[in-house]
């Protein structure tokens, strides 16, 4: 601080300001300190194994902070090379997630979507590929001209840049970091680096959460502290001390366990947090609040705690989950069934569906490469719903027709999603227009009744990362439909991922035929929804409604499609 001379004496530069402008100061008090307002940082990092469920323990403490009145977001940074998770496979990295901005993401941001009942975009999900893209792009426009570009500076300068822009732009109170990976993983080591940065220059702004595990040894009869040790150790080894640890457990954590886990770890006991394992996700956010996670948080942020969270919403969620009045039976189509969170947002809409209709769905992973039309009645003859998952290419595309077949014949309520849609459509073509021959260009580019074409826009592309028709589209609804009465609204906004549509030039013959198109897109009349009005429920949508089902707004296609389930049962 700068030192002025006056009066023959030394006094500090803000004591003589205050003193001589104090009763301006006064009023401009709440001005400045609102201006002032510094954006608060928690970083979110794992050790010892992956999977460990950083993404839970993050959207639920955002969940708790939310509900205390703070403007919360979370981050997702990922350590592999790729863009985005787009052009992966499933059974690399499960579902890939689309924001209404058109970013494919991972998964994780669908968690925070559904809890924290708010849209996430772009910039909620950044790649160590994208991280690279952006500085080596700057590197040949010349911005670091004559300069060596390094990890240190440049990389974990871009890292940084990404945390705190999110944060700047939208004007949060908090935003959660969730560091991909697990603690020691090279891949990770820049996003530590970047974070031990941040908590130098940031000191009072920023803390770290550790997701660790307490594994139990049953030919011992007894929890072990060992790997949380060596996983704290080697946080500390790349220069971060964790102020708080979440330790995953399948037993509670005693007193004992808690002050030698605080002992070898330098975090108050306070600030060892049990993380039990839940008999379902939801669960989470009232396991962290019975901890006091984010009393601690707030703490340890010099937050105040504003107001007690009222959580009587998510409970009373809970409550009909854990307390169905009736069971039904769907059965899930899809090609990736093994691997169930390929399907994630999938089977959380049904799940937030299911108790909007105070009902408990057991799901069916019905693997589509093993249906034929030989067993097709037995597998899916007890069902009281049947949902065809999206996904591309050709394996297992004959199995979900069969499926639709089904469906379509034996009067069972239907829900198509993307590529479940297009195979409706294929197979109407099929059997009722007598088109035997009918495909998408997908598959059969050469089909003499491409019923699923390309988009137009589609056909000169030569990259295939983050070049689909992503992102939110508008739909208008055609009056007295299905999807009119489920969404109860004259237009509305969702999110697409794909390159095939329904081939316009079809519309007349499907719908003398009795499909009808209740659904396009206002500005270029895409057929975005097709319907059986004589059948009890047969819906097909080209875009992807489960992405913006959460816990507070279930879904109203899933809502509308599990109520037909449960009067096709009755």
């Known amino acids: 601080m700068k030192r002025f001379i006056t009066r023959g004496k030394h006094v500090n530069s803000f004591s003589f300001f205050f003193r001589e402008n104090r009763f301006l100061l006064l009023i401009l008090y709440p001005v400045v300190a609102f201006m002032s307002k510094s954006t608060k940082y928690i970083f979110v990092t794992g050790g010892v194994t992956s999977s460990l469920g950083k993404g839970i323990v993050s959207a639920s403490l955002a969940k708790l902070l939310q509900a205390r009145g703070y403007a919360v977001t979370i981050q997702k940074l990922d350590p592999y090379i790729n863009i985005d998770p787009g052009t992966l496979n499933p059974y690399e990295h499960g579902e890939c997630f689309v924001t209404d901005d058109g970013a494919e993401t991972d998964l994780d941001l669908g968690h925070y979507e559904r809890f924290l009942n708010s849209p996430t975009s772009q910039a909620n999900n950044i790649t160590t590929g994208r991280i690279?893209?952006?500085?080596?792009?700057?590197?040949?426009?010349?911005?670091?001209?004559?300069?060596?570009?390094?990890?240190?500076?440049?990389?974990t300068d871009e890292i940084k840049d990404r945390i705190q822009e999110l944060a700047e732009k939208n004007d949060f109170d908090i935003v959660i970091t969730e560091i991909g990976g697990t603690v020691g993983d090279i891949e990770s080591l820049p996003y530590v680096e970047a974070v031990r940065q941040m908590m130098w220059e940031l000191e009072d702004d920023c803390i770290v959460i550790h997701l660790t595990l307490i594994p139990y040894l049953s030919a011992a009869g007894e929890l072990k502290t060992k790997p949380t040790q060596h996983s704290v150790k080697a946080l500390l080894e790349l220069g971060v001390q964790p102020d708080i640890l979440c330790c995953r457990t399948e037993h509670p954590l005693d007193l004992g366990l808690r002050k030698k886990i605080a002992r070898f770890t330098n975090v108050s006991i306070n600030a060892v947090i049990e993380a039990k394992d839940a008999s379902t996700i939801y669960d989470v956010p009232l396991l962290m609040q019975a901890e006091e996670l984010d009393v601690v948080v707030l703490d340890k942020l010099g937050l105040s705690k504003k107001q007690t969270p009222d959580l009587t919403e998510w409970k009373d969620f809970l409550d009909k989950l854990k307390n169905p009045k009736t069971t039904i039976d769907i059965a899930l189509v899809g090609k990736y069934v093994e691997l169930k969170d390929a399907y994630k947002s999938i089977s959380e809409a049904i799940i937030h569906a299911g108790v909007s209709n105070d009902a408990k769905v057991k799901v069916h992973w019905i693997q589509s490469d093993n249906l034929t039309e030989a067993n097709v009645a037995s597998v899916l003859g007890e069902m009281n719903g049947i949902l065809v998952a999206p996904g591309f290419g050709s394996r297992g595309i004959a199995g979900k027709m069969e499926a639709v077949r089904f469906a379509r014949t034996q009067n069972i309520p239907f829900f198509g999603i993307c590529l479940g849609m297009q195979c409706a459509v294929i197979e109407f073509a099929r059997n009722v227009l007598g088109y035997s021959d009918a495909h998408t260009m997908e598959i059969d580019p050469e089909t003499p009744y491409p019923v699923i074409s390309m988009m137009e826009e589609q056909k000169h592309l030569k990259l295939l990362g983050g070049t689909m028709r992503l992102g939110a589209y508008a739909c208008k609804l055609k009056p007295n439909s299905k999807i009119y009465k489920a969404y109860n609204?004259?237009?509305?906004?969702?999110?697409?991922?794909?390159?095939?549509?329904?081939?316009?030039?079809?519309?007349?013959?499907?719908?003398?035929?009795?499909?009808?198109?209740?659904?396009k897109n206002p500005e270029t009349s895409l057929v975005e929804v097709v319907e059986i009005p004589t059948h009890p429920w047969f819906v097909g949508v080209q875009f992807h409604p489960e992405y913006k089902s959460t816990v507070v707004n279930p879904h109203p296609l899933f809502v509308g499609f599990i109520e037909a389930a449960l009067n096709n049962k009755k």
């Open 132 to 155: 690279y893209k952006n500085v080596i792009e700057k590197e040949r426009r010349g911005d670091f001209l004559g300069k060596t570009v390094q990890v240190i500076p440049h990389i």
């Open 489 to 519: 609204a004259d237009q509305v906004s969702e999110r697409h991922r794909h390159r095939f549509e329904f081939n316009g030039k079809y519309t007349e013959e499907f719908e003398k035929a009795g499909m009808i198109a209740t659904g």
